[in-house]
């Protein structure tokens, strides 16, 4: 999720991608910075166990394929098929806190049960990506302020914690199924608030609510496609770069 509620004039739009495009550039050629945490990804145990001879823990950060290698994983920052038409993402790795992406993995099973299942767009993201948007658009009502003291994140979006999932659905074969809007669509059309009718796309979006809030799941009003994990506040805000 990049928090967005209204629709942008194109012009607006194009300028926008054009200094992001900049930002990604300059992240590239300069590194990823520095990160509130060392020692990369096994500090956290990702992939694994907690500590190399320890059991794994809730708290882990794990590669969802590893979990459940059915759902479809399509990261859209990964892509230039995104809101800001650069690839922002070095790859499109789904990662996530163990105990949110096990939920997944029981979300899925129970779809899979109904000729449904799972596609991610967006997991994990490193806050110095959440840094960037700020930069660009620092405007709450579409990007979580990423708020940084000492060089320790202490605020930030609830993907910067591995605890929320922005999704959809698809069927058996893997295609989409109807939904409201696309992904990031920046208008109310994509608010669950507002949604009425007994169309297909809004009767697949309450199939997707429902099965996210059976296990936990908190669905966000404005956009019918984004999840927080229960008990997201108790997990780190994090910088470890996804490749």
Known sequence: MV?????????????????LALAVVATLVGGCGSSSRKGGWSSFGFGGSSTPSGPPQPGDLVD???????????MRYATTNNFTGVAVYPVGRCVLRRDIAERLQRVQSGLQARGFGLKVW????????????????PDARYVAQPVVHDGKPIDGSKHNRGAAVDLTLVDASGNDVPMPTDYDDFSDR????ILRGDGPSV?????????????????LP???????GPGWEKYELSDLPLD
């Not at 994509?190 to 608030?193: I, N, V």
């Open 122 to 137: 967006d997991c994990y993201r490193p806050i110095s990506v959440q840094q960037k948007f700020w930069a660009l658009v």
């Open 222 to 228: 404005t956009e019918w496609w984004h999840f927080d």
């Open 190 to 193: 994509a608010s669950r608030t």
């Open 3 to 19: 928090r967005a509620a209204k629709a942008r004039p194109r012009a607006g739009r194009a300028r926008w991608s054009a200094l």
């Open 64 to 74: 969802l394929a590893t979990i459940d290698p059915s759902i479809v994983v399509e």
């Open 203 to 219: 009767r697949n979006m309450r199939i997707l609510e429902v099965a996210m809030v059976r296990e936990g799941f908190e669905p």
